[in-house]
Structures are given as structure tokens and as C-alpha cells.
Nanobody, 117 residues
Framework: QVQLVESGGGLVQPGGSLRLSCAAS????????MGWYRQAPGKERELVAT???????NYADSVKARFTISRDNVKNTVYLQMSSLKREDTAVYYC???????????WGQGTQVTVSS
């Protein structure tokens, strides 16, 4: 089992920045890819960004050049640095972990990000 705990959400003005953190614990050796998804009210959960243990990254087109995902394999933590935030970035952001081979995946409890003036 793997536990994922997010932190860092909150209220930010348009154009502002925010950094999310996700700390992993448990059987973390089994986790390859970690990432962030988000779900806005009335919408489906969508991919934001992912990063493998080796550092390969993938971003949704809507956040490219604004968001940066990074990972500290010593601290077992993944980060999402969000800049130039827009109102449409408002959502609950979920941390996700995927085991090697994709057999199991894990979710955090989510953290609210609200972009509003």
C-alpha cells in the first residue's frame, strides 16, 4: 500500500503562483510514475502532469509553460509549481501514483486550488 498526502493548496489571485506538494509513504519502492490530476466542479478529472522515477515528464497542453512538475526521490515527494494561474485552473488537485507495470494506482485525498480576485 502507498499513502499520498497533498499540501499547498489555497486561494490565489489570477497571475499568481502556488506550489503543491505530495508526500508518499508506504511501499514507495513500487511506484514509478507520480503525477497530478485535477477536477473542476461539473467536469471530469483530467491529467495535469506526470513524472517518472527517472525524471521523464508529461504535461497537459493547457498547463505547458506555466506548470512544472518535479520529484525528490530521497524525500519521496512530488511537487507541482504553478505559475501564471488562471481562473480556469480552479479545481481540486489530486496526487497520483502508479506502480511499475501499471497494475496498481493510488490517489491522495485532494487539495483545493482556487484562482480568484
Amino acid at each position: 500500500q502507498v499513502q499520498l498526502v497533498e499540501s499547498g493548496g489555497g486561494l490565489v489571485q489570477p497571475g499568481g503562483s502556488l506550489r503543491l506538494s505530495c508526500a508518499a509513504s508506504g511501499s514507495i519502492f513500487s511506484i514509478n510514475a507520480m503525477g497530478w490530476y485535477r477536477q473542476a466542479p461539473g467536469k471530469e478529472r483530467e491529467l495535469v502532469a506526470t513524472i517518472t522515477r527517472g525524471g521523464s515528464t508529461n504535461y497537459a497542453d493547457s498547463v505547458k509553460a506555466r506548470f512544472t512538475i518535479s520529484r525528490d526521490n530521497v524525500k519521496n515527494t512530488v511537487y507541482l509549481q504553478m505559475s501564471s494561474l488562471k481562473r480556469e485552473d480552479t479545481a481540486v488537485y489530486y496526487c497520483h501514483g502508479l506502480t511499475y507495470g501499471g497494475k496498481y494506482d493510488y490517489w491522495g485525498q485532494g487539495t483545493q486550488v482556487t484562482v480568484s480576485s
